[in-house]
């Protein structure tokens, strides 16, 4: 199933205060991330609904991701979507989705007004990767490879394949999606933006669980046109492992090399 078809949802059902809720909603397997939906896809259907209660003047600064508990996949689940507080300047959003009962994903969103100010700071960060020509696959391995990662082309310019044993951790490449997006919108940036595996999987030797427990993203507006069709470069190195916990800190560019987003995570490891 394309993208867009995912992130089109159907109209809310508003209830309690102006809560949402957006039903019947399914994944199917060829999205799946081992025994669960792949966590980009949640958090930008769950960023979808959340979207479509908010005021268009305000954009999105930061998405906050937890995964809570596996998504089925193929089977129904539901969207909630709350509004915290809608200040003049700043609007605060939780959405969850809620299967069998339980809460399997919670992201909280914080949208603001763009506002004139004598505080101008740059940011000048930049990458210096030469677009690729084509995309350089993970291997898809029965079992293995999660299914998810034929939705996109990664070009891994730095880095290596998960689970060889490298010395390594950090990923340095590109993204974009297989089947390019209409239209690229937030929710099609922090779906692509999860595809990467953990930069930590690359230490490992052989094959083993591992999954995101928080994400943290943080969003920059250039004022530049970029469409689904368009490779966006990506840099994560991981600043601290431990106890089976992973701290990594990822930057994203646009074909322009203007810094998007900056994306943090916590990743348990089961090695």
Sequence with gaps: MHIDELLNLPAAELKDNN????NNLHIPS???QGRTAFGGLSAGMVYTAISKFVDGSRVLRAFNTNFIGPIALEKPFTIEVIPLR?????SHFLGQVVQDGKICVSCQACFGVGRSSKIQVENHQVHAMAPPKKAQFIPQIPKV???FLRHFDLAIADGG???TGRKS???HGFMRFTQPPSTLTDAHLITMIDAWPPTLLQMMKWPAPASTVTWN????HPHREVTGA???AYQAHTRQAADGYGHTEATIWDKDNEVVAISRQTVAVFD
């Design 145 to 147: 490879t999660p299914k």
């Design 86 to 90: 809608e200040g003049k300047n700043v």
């Design 161 to 163: 394949i998960p689970f």
């Design 230 to 232: 368009d490779w966006f």
């Design 30 to 32: 060829s999205w799946a």
């Design 19 to 22: 809560k949402g809720y957006f």
């Design 169 to 171: 951790n950090h990923y």
């Design 217 to 220: 993203l943080e969003f920059i």
